[in-house]
């Protein structure tokens, strides 16, 4: 049972455009919710963060939005440049899981000169 | 920046041979995870700590791991006896608190052959 999924296992797009990666999760239960980046050979690297009070999350060039009526969440990158090039893992955790986090399988983002 | 220092950050062995993976949490941080990430599961949480407390271990394979922390600056998980699925990557991290991210170390690749 995959509680949380990311759908697209690779996205290319052009530097300087927006790139927007996305993630679904079925457990209710969720209440923080986070982005991770990993470059080969090393560890996942945090990038942001939402709790499930808010909507919308903003940092620099990365913005998170959630949808809790769609179990939906995502991440807005612009612009896009070489260095986001990297697998971008979504990952959930629920109060009652106490940090718990639960990892969607990845994406992997190519950003094109 | 503080980090998450695991060792060694590679490891080759035969099947069969006690294998033990080390990680110093960031100074502070009161919760410590395992992880293990291979192509079929993703990332995967074996274990976790809380104040040193093991808190979770449901997702390990009891009968061949084990995972303690001898006092706050080491976190440690062995496998005995090793076998060939056993090879992935284990990742340890570590959190300061609920809704905080745990922040990763760069891992140790295992190779059991």
């Known amino acids: 049972d995959q509680q949380v999924k990311q759908n697209s296992p690779s996205l290319s797009v052009q530097e300087g455009r927006i790139s927007i990666l996305n993630c679904d999760y079925t457990?209710?239960?969720?209440?923080?919710f986070l982005w991770y980046k990993k470059y080969p050979a090393e560890g996942p690297t945090f990038l942001i963060s939402?709790?499930?009070?808010?909507d919308k999350n903003e940092d620099g060039r990365f913005t998170v939005f959630l949808n809790k009526s769609a179990k939906h969440l995502s991440l807005h990158i612009v612009p896009s440049q070489p260095g986001d090039s990297a697998v971008y893992f979504c990952?959930?955790?629920?109060?009652?899981?106490?940090?718990?986090?639960?990892f969607g399988q990845g994406t992997r983002l190519t950003i094109n000169p | 920046d503080a980090r998450v220092t695991q060792t060694p950050r590679h490891k080759v062995t035969e099947m069969g041979q006690e294998v033990t993976m080390r990680c110093q949490p960031i100074?502070?941080?009161?919760?410590v995870f395992w992880y293990r990430q291979t192509m079929m599961q993703g990332l995967e949480l074996l274990a976790y700590?809380?104040?040193?407390?093991?808190?979770?271990d449901s997702g390990m394979p009891k009968d061949r791991f084990s995972a303690e922390m001898p006092d706050a600056t080491l976190a440690t998980l062995k496998i005995q006896p090793s076998e060939p699925r056993d090879s992935a990557v284990y990742f340890c991290?570590?959190?300061?608190?609920?809704?905080?991210?745990?922040?990763f170390g760069d891992g140790t690749r295992l190779s059991i052959l």
């Open positions: 991290a570590s959190g300061p608190g609920p809704y905080q991210p745990q922040h």
């Open positions: 457990n209710s239960m969720f209440d923080y």
């Open positions: 939402i709790s499930s009070i808010k």
């Open positions: 990952a959930a955790s629920a109060r009652q899981g106490a940090q718990k986090l639960v």
């Open positions: 100074l502070g941080h009161n919760t």
């Open positions: 700590f809380r104040n040193r407390a093991p808190l979770d």
